[in-house]
């Protein structure tokens, strides 16, 4: 039996790996912080099936702990500060988590079990002010956020990890994915829970920021496939996950509005308070290297994951509507 320690599990991509990994047959451990209130809400359904460690991304002690107690095969760095606009307002933290982090990671590996293969989580933010379109593995990265710039360290410490210590690790430059289990604050679930709210009569309008903004969007349940196989293959490498295609933000509140017949013109308040200090414009990835040479492919179109988010977040309001008239 294969053994995996995922970092990031009570978060959307740490759910859905934890998921197929189990399917797969895997041991799962999963290393959790400590919350002052439970946050299981996306692996209620396995949290029995999971072998948990504390610590604490920060904390390397706890970091090589849980390398010793779960003694893995293959790492998968997913923890991070992940909220692009949250990093302007604490861009140190975001940086001791998502940039130093993976040091804390790598040299956990490094030092208590240099033979797995490590995954680390790194991102089409990147790009930032991008170089040149579609992006691809060969990009040069210009950064645009706090968060961008500690991707960019997560990401040559891995490279250099590789090329230093001959480590298998490796980097999924991953775009954009989405499901019913992204947190609120990102603007794809903002919009298909407040197109839900609204079409149950729970809320107003929906104030948003920038609604040129492009982003190339998919399926988080897709993409944690490409990670696995990332790991699977006999020499490590870095890879680009995407789409190939990019939508407005305007587009998606288009598509969310329309799947519950409501027309979004009427709802959409555009608040300065959502605009960044510094924009990503636009973003579209060329994944052809990982279609190649990982025999990845994705299943969920832009549309469909749309629909999804705003079916599935409909139920959830419908459900807690019948639940408050009984009581
Ligand atoms: P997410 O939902 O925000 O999950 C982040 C996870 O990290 C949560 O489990 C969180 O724990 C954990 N975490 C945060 N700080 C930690 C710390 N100091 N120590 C230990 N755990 C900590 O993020 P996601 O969307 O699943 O993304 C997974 C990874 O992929 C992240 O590294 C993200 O930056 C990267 N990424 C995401 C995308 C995307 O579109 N989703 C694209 C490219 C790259 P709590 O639950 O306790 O907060
Ligand atoms: O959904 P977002 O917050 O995602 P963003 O900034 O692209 O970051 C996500 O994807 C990255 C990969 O490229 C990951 F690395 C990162 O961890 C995260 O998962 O914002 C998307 C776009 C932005 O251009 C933003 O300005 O939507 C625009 N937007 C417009 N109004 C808004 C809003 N974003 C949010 N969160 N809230 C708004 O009201």
Redesign the pocket.
């Known amino acids: 039996m294969k053994k995996a320690l995922i970092?990031?599990?009570?978060?959307?991509?740490?759910s859905y790996l934890a998921e197929l990994l189990l399917k797969k047959g895997y041991k799962v451990f999963a290393?959790?912080?400590r919350?002052s209130t439970p946050?299981y809400e996306n692996v209620e359904h396995i949290k029995e099936k999971l072998e948990w460690i504390d610590?604490?991304?920060?904390d390397l002690a706890s970091l090589i702990s849980a390398v010793k107690i779960s003694n893995p095969d293959e790492v998968y760095n997913?923890?991070?500060?992940?909220?692009v606009a949250t990093s302007w307002p604490q861009p140190i933290a975001t940086g001791q988590?998502?940039a130093m982090?993976v040091t804390n990671m790598l040299e956990a590996v490094r030092l208590s079990k240099p033979d797995a293969r490590f995954y680390q989580?790194?991102?089409?933010?990147m790009f930032g002010k991008v170089v040149e379109t579609p992006q691809k593995e060969t990009t040069p990265f210009y950064p645009r956020s706090p968060y961008g710039v500690a991707?960019v360290y997560g990401h040559w410490i891995t490279v250099n990890y590789r090329e230093s210590f001959n480590m298998f690790a490796c980097s999924g430059i991953?775009?954009?994915?989405?499901s019913p289990r992204?947190?609120l604050e990102f603007v794809t679930r903002k919009v298909t829970d407040a197109a839900a709210r609204i079409k149950l009569g729970l809320q107003n309008e929906l104030r948003l920021g920038n609604l040129d903004a492009r982003r190339d969007w998919g399926f988080?349940g897709d993409y944690v496939k490409a990670m696995w196989l990332m790991l699977q293959q006999d020499t490590p490498d870095d890879y680009v996950i995407s789409t190939g295609e990019t939508h407005t933000v305007q587009e998606l509140v288009e598509i969310a509005f329309e799947r519950v017949g409501l027309d979004w013109k009427d709802y959409v308040v555009i608040d300065e308070k959502f605009v960044r200090p510094a924009e990503v414009d636009l973003l579209l990835g060329d994944c052809t290297k990982a279609k190649k040479q990982l025999g990845w492919d994705l299943e969920v179109s832009f549309r469909d994951l749309v629909h999804m988010m705003v079916d599935e977040d409909l139920k959830k309001y419908e459900k807690f509507n019948i639940q408050k008239s009984f009581q």
Do not use: P
């Not at 997913?78 to 909220?83: G, I, M, V």
């Open positions: 970092t990031g599990v009570t978060g959307q991509d740490g290393l959790r912080r919350t946050n610590g604490d991304l920060t997913l923890a991070a500060q992940s909220f988590i998502t982090g989580a790194s991102s089409s933010e991707k991953l775009f954009n994915h989405e992204r947190g988080a």
